[in-house]
């Protein structure tokens, strides 16, 4: 049986998301932080890690983009997991003044928690918001998770869908010490550096252009070891070893002062 390391307490949106991609029976393990879910596929005590990379309303996960840079492991599948939040407490709403859960769900539900004058304080997961309500006991309290994990810690729903927006889905990469072999519809993932000088990253566009490979997402982080340089997230179609991606990865390396090809798999649609 598969092994699927996430990230969180039983019943995280992590956890579901793994249940669906992989479509058999699994054994997921919860871990306290994405690095130590990534460790464990990393020492072959997993055989996956799923990890959330962004969401259609508060963007990337800083953490996770930041970990892409390190880790050893390779992407090999991606999922866009629909997200319906729910607001759990033991007591009716008028009775609640305070909310818990991760700040990404507390920024996807922010018009509920203004609208219902809450005080939102951020934790670490959103099922594990729910262990914190068991465990604070406090009648004022709520949290905001799904509604699987309130069914794991037998809690109470008091409102399904609280989400700002309907069009609420995460998206979350597969990792793997192996790497996927070419489909006929995939989509690959890199990071890379640049100089700091004028028309470094139009150099390294225009070999994309110039092979007709489509851009589907580019995204830049700092680099954190130098004031104002960056490093850029590239997604595009296309598998790593076809002929056009591999001439145009070693046309831009030249460019470059750091590439690091994350993987390339099957393109994941909306469902």
């Known amino acids: 049986m598969l092994k699927i390391a996430f990230q969180g307490e039983r019943g995280a949106y992590s956890e579901a998301a793994a249940i669906s991609f992989f479509k058999e029976t699994i054994e997921t393990i919860p871990h306290p932080t994405f690095h130590d879910a990534l460790e464990s596929t990393e020492k072959k005590i997993t055989d996956y890690t799923i990890l959330p990379v962004e969401n259609s309303l508060e963007g990337s996960v800083g953490e996770?983009?930041?970990?892409?840079?390190?880790?050893?492991?390779?992407?090999?599948?991606?999922?866009?997991?629909?997200?319906?939040?729910?607001?759990?407490?033991?007591?009716?709403?008028?009775?609640?003044?305070?909310?818990?859960?991760?700040?990404?769900?507390?920024?996807?539900?922010?018009?509920?928690?203004?609208?219902?004058?809450?005080?939102?304080?951020?934790?670490?997961?959103?099922?594990?918001?729910?262990?914190?309500?068991?465990?604070?006991?406090?009648?004022?309290?709520?949290?905001?998770?799904?509604?699987?994990?309130?069914e794991i810690y037998n809690v109470p729903v008091i409102k399904e869908g609280i989400e700002d927006n309907q069009n609420n889905y995460t998206r979350f990469l597969v990792l793997s010490r192996d790497k996927h072999g070419a489909t006929s519809k995939d989509k690959t993932s890199i990071i890379f550096s640049i100089k700091h000088t004028p028309g470094a990253l139009y150099n390294i566009l225009e070999k994309f252009n110039a092979n007709k490979i489509n851009l589907t997402k580019i995204e830049s982080r700092p680099t954190k070891t130098t004031p104002w340089e960056y490093n850029f997230y590239v997604d595009f179609d296309g598998h790593q070893e076809s002929k056009n991606v591999k001439e145009t990865l070693d046309n831009i390396k030249p460019n470059t002062l750091f590439l690091k090809v994350l993987g390339s798999y099957p393109r994941a649609e909306l469902s």
């Open 64 to 150: 996770s983009y930041d970990l892409l840079l390190t880790t050893n492991l390779n992407a090999v599948g991606e999922i866009y997991y629909r997200i319906k939040h729910c607001l759990i407490a033991f007591q009716n709403i008028e009775k609640i003044d305070t909310v818990y859960s991760h700040p990404q769900a507390l920024g996807q539900c922010r018009e509920f928690i203004q609208k219902n004058h809450l005080k939102p304080i951020p934790t670490y997961d959103t099922a594990g918001s729910v262990k914190i309500l068991l465990e604070l006991k406090s009648k004022n309290i709520s949290c905001i998770a799904s509604k699987r994990a309130a």
